[in-house]
T-cell receptor
Framework: GAVVSQHPSRVICKSGTSVKIECRSLDFQATTMFWYRQFPKKSLMLMATSNEGSKATYEQGVEKDKFLINHASLTLSTLTVTSAHPEDSSFYIC?????????????FGPGTRLTVL | AQKITQTQPGMFVQEKEAVTLDCTYDTSDQSYGLFWYKQPSSGEMIFLIYQGSYDEQNATEGRYSLNFQKARKSANLVISASQLGDSAMYFCAMREGSRGAQKLVFGQGTRLTINP
């Protein structure tokens, strides 16, 4: 399967700070990037979809000014949680998608576990 | 409305037995895809199997097979000869349409526990 990396894998921060999560597709070019969030014992919920070079499209209820997404290149996307609060503590997972074909595939990064104190 | 429904929050199975994890879906699209993922305690999402809406044969991948019943809109995952390492969360997901972003929508998940 495709190789997707996320950094950091785990982060603990104080309330009010900003946290940047990087997602890299190491062996293919991702024209589309999906960012998901998973609360404990819950399913994955899509936060936003971004296309390389374009503004992200956010799902209903997700604050675009709080969760900043940058997809400036075909191999790197970043999610910045601004002014994080304890309720933002969650597991964040990226899912890059190639532009051509691969309709029957969708790979995910290993995830970033964010804990806000 | 829930697009993907997994009605079994938890399943307990004896090692070496077969297990079926249920998944039903709701879509008005003719073209769609169904996925199953395994999520161990580490959190990584491991792709298991895919079924396209136009595929006439049920998908199989090693010990995994997908029981696709289109008219009933169900896509159950069957794991044969279960192993202790199969203990994990399992998610069913659907991708709709053949154009656009084609995001995946996930079900609630089923926690599978394999007992020795």
């Amino acid at each position: 399967g495709a190789v997707v990396s996320q950094h950091p894998s785990r982060v603990i921060c104080k309330s009010g700070t900003s946290v940047k999560i990087e997602c890299r597709s190491l062996d293919f070019q991702a024209t589309t990037m999906f960012w998901y969030r998973q609360f404990p014992k819950k399913s994955l919920m899509l936060m936003a979809t971004s296309n390389e070079g374009s503004k992200a499209t956010y799902e209903q209820g997700v604050e675009k000014d709080k969760f900043l997404i940058n997809h400036a290149s075909l191999t790197l996307s970043t999610l910045t949680v601004t002014s994080a609060h304890p309720e933002d503590s969650s597991f964040y997972i990226c899912s890059p998608k190639p532009g051509q074909g691969s309709y029957n595939e969708q790979f995910f990064g290993p995830g970033t576990r964010l804990t806000v104190l | 409305a829930q697009k993907i429904t997994q009605t079994q929050p938890g399943m307990f199975v004896q090692e070496k037995e077969a297990v079926t994890l249920d998944c039903t879906y709701d879509t008005s699209d003719q073209s769609y895809g169904l996925f199953w993922y395994k999520q161990p305690s580490s959190g990584e999402m491991i792709f298991l199997i895919y079924q396209g809406s136009y595929d006439e044969q049920n998908a199989t991948e090693g010990r995994y097979s997908l029981n696709f019943q289109k008219a009933r809109k169900s896509a159950n995952l069957v794991i044969s000869a279960s192993q202790l390492g199969d203990s994990a969360m399992y998610f069913c997901a659907m991708r709709e349409g053949s154009r656009g972003a084609q995001k995946l929508v996930f079900g609630q998940g089923t926690r599978l526990t394999i007992n020795p």
